[in-house]
């Protein structure tokens, strides 16, 4: 069945560094992807997403493509601040289902 | 803010006991998923509704039990509660099954049983 895979935590970065956290993906047809993101003491939020193959979602610095041949969805900063700091979870949709699949979740702590 | 509304957001109870937690979905959203958050485990899917009927069912325990109205708020029962229970309940939205969209998630209900 469709499942997602991400890079296992803990992350602790300087600030100012480069952030990628790994997420693979298997799914049948054509799924969309996700990187939703929880703050601490809140619900999970929706950071970027992707709808097809090559699609680059992006959103407060944050990026991510959709790559089919490499089943793969990697969140990349260039750059992160102390505020990023947060759990981050991969997700996929099933198309036509709607079914969610999420990671595990990649806790970040950025220090300064 | 979301759209997704999420009632009580904290509640204590003891073990043995019965809750409803409640879910309002974001206006035109006719899916609504529960989810349940421990501090050692990830996001763990437990049911999704759509328009008043189950559609799929992920790890939920025989003692929890969902449903959706034909307003199509949902709530979640949780009874004979143990330790184990003690969590962040999640609810979240989308559009329905056949439309690409994303979920939105309500702030929580975070459950304690002593």
């Known amino acids: 069945g469709d499942s997602v895979t991400q890079m296992e935590g803990p992350v602790t970065l300087s600030e100012e560094a480069f952030l990628t956290i790994n997420c693979t993906y298997t799914?049948?047809?054509?799924?969309?992807l996700f990187w939703y993101v929880q703050y601490p003491g809140e619900g999970l939020q929706l950071l970027l997403k992707a709808t097809k193959a090559d699609d680059k979602g992006s959103n407060k610095g944050f990026e991510a493509t959709y790559r089919k041949e490499t089943t793969s969805f990697h969140l990349e900063k260039g750059s992160v601040q102390v505020s990023d700091s947060a759990v981050y979870f991969c997700?996929?949709?099933?198309?036509?289902?709607?079914?969610?699949?999420f990671g595990t979740g990649t806790s970040l702590t950025v220090i300064p | 803010d979301s759209g997704v509304t999420q009632t009580p957001k904290h509640l204590i109870t003891a073990t043995g006991q019965r809750v409803t937690l409640r879910c309002s979905p974001r206006s035109g959203d006719l899916s609504v998923y529960w989810y349940q958050q421990s501090l050692d485990q990830g996001l763990q899917f437990l049911i999704q509704?759509?328009?008043?009927?189950?559609?799929a069912k992920g790890n939920i325990l025989e003692r929890f039990s969902a449903q959706q109205f034909p307003d199509l708020h949902s709530e979640l029962n949780l009874s004979s509660l143990e330790l184990g229970d003690s969590a962040l309940y999640f609810c979240?939205?989308?559009?329905?099954?056949?439309?690409?969209?994303?979920?939105?998630f309500g702030e929580g209900s975070r459950l304690t049983v002593l």
């Open positions: 979240a939205s989308s559009v329905g099954p056949g439309v690409a969209g994303e979920l939105f």
């Open positions: 509704y759509y328009n008043g009927e189950e559609r």
């Open positions: 997700a996929l949709s099933g198309w036509p289902g709607n079914q969610f699949y």
């Open positions: 799914a049948t047809g054509y799924p969309s």
